[in-house]
C-alpha cells in the first residue's frame, strides 16, 4: 500500500516563500511521475506542477517562474519551492504520485494573507 505524507503549509506573507514536502512510502515502482495540485475554496483542483523520475518537469502557467519543483528518488520525496507567493496562491496542496496505480495525499492548507 502506497502512502504519501505532505509537509510544511502554513501562513505567509505575500511576497514570502514556503517549502513543501511530501514523502511516498510503500511499493512504488518507478519510473513513475509525482506532482503537486492544488484546491482553492469552490474551485476545481488543478495542477501546480510534476515532474517524473527522470527530472522532466511541468508547471501551471501560474506559478511558472515562481514555484520550482524537484525530487529526491532515493527518499521518493519530492518538494515544491513557493517564491514570490500571491493571495490567489491560498489553496489546500494536496502530493500525487502515479506509479502503477493512482495516489494522493491529505493535503496541506498554504494560505497567503498579510
Known amino acids: 500500500q502506497v502512502r504519501l505524507v505532505e509537509s510544511g503549509g502554513g501562513l505567509v506573507q505575500p511576497g514570502g516563500s514556503l517549502r513543501l514536502s511530501c514523502a511516498a512510502s510503500?511499493?512504488?515502482?518507478?519510473?513513475?511521475?509525482m506532482g503537486w495540485y492544488r484546491q482553492a475554496p469552490g474551485k476545481q483542483r488543478e495542477l501546480v506542477a510534476h515532474?517524473?523520475?527522470?527530472?522532466?518537469?511541468n508547471y501551471a502557467d501560474s506559478v511558472k517562474g515562481r514555484f520550482t519543483i524537484s525530487r529526491d528518488n532515493s527518499k521518493n520525496t519530492v518538494y515544491l519551492q513557493m517564491n514570490a507567493l500571491k493571495p490567489e496562491d491560498t489553496a489546500v496542496y494536496y502530493c500525487?504520485?502515479?506509479?502503477?496505480?493512482?495516489?494522493w495525499g491529505q493535503g496541506t492548507q498554504v494560505t497567503v494573507s498579510s
Open positions: 500525487r504520485l502515479i506509479a502503477r496505480g493512482d495516489y
Open positions: 510503500g511499493n512504488i515502482f518507478s519510473p513513475n511521475l
Open positions: 515532474i517524473v523520475s527522470g527530472g522532466s518537469t
